[in-house]
């Protein structure tokens, strides 16, 4: 167990809709990172927050959106879906920016229908 | 923005024998590089990191290596087990930098043959 906490663990919708996916980092992790895995992809990033704040910027769509609150937990709101954006959607936490050991949440299946 | 390349796709070795995964990365001001491992259904674990500081680090069976000037890296796991089996991502980052995120190669995926 990683200590990075992410719900739900599946998740099926249907196209056009709009889903958040939620992640608890470790006890003490101010940053808090989301990527996306797909097949074709692989292991993409997507964004990262550091205690609250945007911090870097990856490869998110528009239509993608994500914020860190007081508490530290994260959500990454997807939007109108469509059938590509189907994948594994992990979190990541680290206690500082990079260049420390970043540690994976169990991750969220997407599944769009 | 970062590029990482990995190689090769798939590797297959008999187990006791040594694996190699190399990895080259575009941008020079990438300065941590950890690897990764991740089986399958599981999330990614990391295995062993190295800094731009350091040229080599051993952790038991498993050694990173890191050419700064060529912009390489490489994974070494010696005497292979079963439990090796697995797929493995290098990836990069600039620590301190503004972009902290990693960006990862397409990963290996390592069968150790019995």
């Known amino acids: 167990d990683s200590g990075v906490t992410q719900t739900p663990k599946h998740l099926i919708t249907a196209t056009g809709q709009r889903v958040t996916l939620r992640c608890s980092p470790r006890s003490g992790d101010l940053s808090v990172y989301w990527y996306q895995q797909s097949l074709d992809q692989g292991l993409q990033f997507l964004i990262q927050y550091y205690n609250g704040e945007e911090r870097a910027k990856g490869n998110i769509l528009e239509r993608f959106s994500a914020q860190q609150f007081p508490d530290l937990h994260s959500e990454l709101n997807l939007s109108s879906l469509e059938l590509g954006d189907s994948a594994l959607y992990f979190c990541?936490?680290?206690?500082?920016?990079?260049?420390?050991?970043?540690?994976f949440g169990q991750g969220t299946r997407l599944t769009v229908v | 923005g970062e590029n990482v390349e990995q190689h090769p796709s798939t590797l297959s070795v008999q187990e006791g024998d040594s694996a190699v995964i190399k990895c080259t990365y575009s941008d020079s001001a990438s300065n941590y590089f950890p690897w990764y491992k991740q089986e399958l259904g599981k999330r990614p674990q990391l295995i062993i990191d190295i800094r731009s500081n350091v040229g080599e680090k051993k952790d038991q069976r498993i050694a990173v290596t890191l050419n700064k000037t060529a912009k390489h890296f490489s994974l070494h796991i010696t005497e292979t087990q079963p439990e090796d089996s697995a797929v493995y991502f290098c990836?990069?980052?600039?620590?301190?930098?503004?972009?902290?995120?990693?960006?990862f190669g397409k990963g290996t995926h390592l069968i150790i043959q019995p």
């Open positions: 990541a936490s680290s206690l500082s920016t990079g260049g420390t050991e970043a540690f």
């Open positions: 990836a990069a980052s600039e620590s301190g930098g503004g972009a902290d995120g990693l960006t």
